[in-house]
């Protein structure tokens, strides 16, 4: 598991998640919810992430999986117009 720049939204994400489940139920617990979301976050993103790279190589937007036609994704770039 590699650490990226995303994270820090997704650990902010998190421990905002965490704060706002403290109110209901003991701290411990939601903490170990948070911990428990962040890795299944980042399972999901890395299988994701590996699945798209090793089937198509460069050929799909590593963000929403489409295609990559002339070096732009016909989803992202498309909706950033
Ligand atoms: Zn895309």
Redesign the pocket.
Known sequence: MKFERRDIVLILGIFLVVLGITQYVPFHYSALIGILLYFGIKLYVEKRHQSITNSIGDGL??????R?IANK?????YSQE
């Open positions: 937007c590593i963000d929403c999986g489409s990559i994704c016909s989803k992202c770039d």
